[in-house]
């Protein structure tokens, strides 16, 4: 069973709307994250979160919330959607969010088409 | 800022034999953790091995190793006895040793396919 649960596995939406890609991991990990992969990019870290917290941004646009009701759920809201943000968009979670970097354990992602 | 360049787009290889796929990176750190992960076709990704950069031993996982060569910034993967399965999109990563929340940069990957 993947302990790394991410819905829906496709999602199309037009330009101008909102979508919430949602992430549920069942590891027992601390830290949970988004990473996302585009045809132009390889994958690119977006956010840390750590106890619910959010740790680190990387997201230039505020039109990315993140959202974390709870410690192993961290969904990501995207709003006025834009083409450009078309990309598979991975969860991934780790043990603990520290001094010593932890593997981190991926989703299968959900890939996301703007029209 | 950190970077990671792959150099092979794409390899091909017969089954059974032993692959070497390339990377180097960028850091102004002196400590930093380095990883392969390996995305299969159904787009899954999966962690392989890691070498911590104050670690001199390769490290060795399964049929999986690791060609560390620090003043060369450099952190080869070796696929020994190469499976059918093991044909899929290959990343280098690494990843500071403080203060990076796991804030992973990735290379662009190199994809592998092993022919029968």
């Known amino acids: 069973d993947p302990k790394i649960i991410q819905k829906p596995k496709y999602l199309v939406a037009v330009t101008g709307s909102e979508k919430i890609l949602i992430c549920e991991q069942y590891?027992?990990?601390?830290?949970m994250y988004w990473y996302r992969q585009s045809a132009k990019k390889p994958l690119e870290f977006m956010f840390s979160y750590s106890y619910q917290k959010l740790m680190d941004n990387q997201t230039a646009s505020s039109r990315f919330q993140p959202q974390s009701s709870k410690k192993n759920h961290l969904d990501l809201q995207i709003t006025a959607l834009k083409p450009d943000d078309s990309a598979t968009y991975f969860c991934?979670?780790?043990?603990?969010?520290?001094?010593?970097?932890?593997?981190?354990?991926f989703g299968s992602g959900t890939r996301l088409t703007v029209l | 800022a950190q970077k990671v360049t792959q150099t092979q787009t794409s390899i091909s290889v017969m089954e059974k034999t032993t692959v070497t796929m390339d990377c180097v990176y960028e850091t102004q750190d002196s400590s930093y953790f380095l990883f392969w992960y390996k995305q299969t076709a159904s787009g899954e990704i999966v962690f392989l091995i890691r070498q911590d950069s104050y670690k001199k031993e390769n490290a060795t996982v399964g049929h999986y190793s690791l060609n560390f060569q620090k003043p060369k910034s450099s952190i080869g993967l070796i696929i020994t006895a190469t499976q059918i399965e093991d044909s899929a999109v290959y990343f280098c990563?690494?990843?500071?040793?403080?203060?990076?929340?796991?804030?992973?940069?990735f290379g662009a990957g190199t994809r592998l396919a092993v022919c029968p």
């Open positions: 590891l027992g990990h601390n830290a």
């Open positions: 990563a690494m990843s500071p040793l403080s203060g990076s929340f796991n804030k992973l940069t």
């Open positions: 991934a979670s780790s043990q603990d969010l520290g001094g010593r970097a932890e593997t981190l354990y």
